[in-house]
């Protein structure tokens, strides 16, 4: 039988991407979404940097994280898909990292959803989320029915920059 072959890139590569942000002219098609304008595409390590500002206690939404990249790139908005994803991807760059023996790792289960709910996707699902936030001394609603849980008073502990 024949090897398997796999081309999985690390997660810590993918996050260590040599790509540079990019600002991109708000497309006519677009701009019903996000208003005329530029549109910041953001570096992976830029994402990281500020989950990594987000002390014990504290929480983040990624529209805080896409508020002060478009701010500290003088752009009108920055893109929430690549946002996104690369929220997903310090997440499982910090588990990879704590696969590898490494202590300090960013603290992505302190990013939650604008709503304050949890974020079904990072690694462990909600239930990993929810215990590392109820370590830290949030309190979480349960599921109701499609919802996923959600940060109690989330507001209060929201880092803001």
């Known amino acids: 039988m024949a090897a398997k072959f796999t081309s999985r890139t690390r997660w810590r590569d993918k996050l260590e991407r040599e790509d540079h942000s990019k600002i991109v002219q708000i497309s006519s098609s677009m701009e019903k979404r996000f208003g005329p304008g530029t549109m910041l595409i953001a570096k992976p390590l830029e994402v990281d940097a500020l989950i990594r ?7 983040i939404t990624v529209a805080e994280i896409r508020a002060k990249l478009a701010r500290d790139h003088n752009t009108d908005t920055t893109c929430p898909l690549t946002t996104g994803i ?5 997440a499982e760059t910090a588990e990879e990292d704590l696969q590898n023996g490494k202590k300090r790792i960013t603290p992505y289960w302190r990013v939650v959803k604008d709503n304050g709910s949890l974020n079904e996707k990072f690694p462990g699902g909600v239930k990993a989320q929810s215990r590392r936030l ?4 949030h309190s979480i609603t349960p599921a109701k029915g499609k919802q996923p849980p ?3 008073d989330f507001e209060r502990s929201l880092l803001r920059f």
């Open 134 to 137: 109820k370590e830290e001394g």
């Open 53 to 59: 500002m987000t002390k014990k206690g504290m929480l």
């Open 86 to 90: 690369f929220v997903r991807i310090a």
């Open 150 to 152: 959600k940060v109690n």
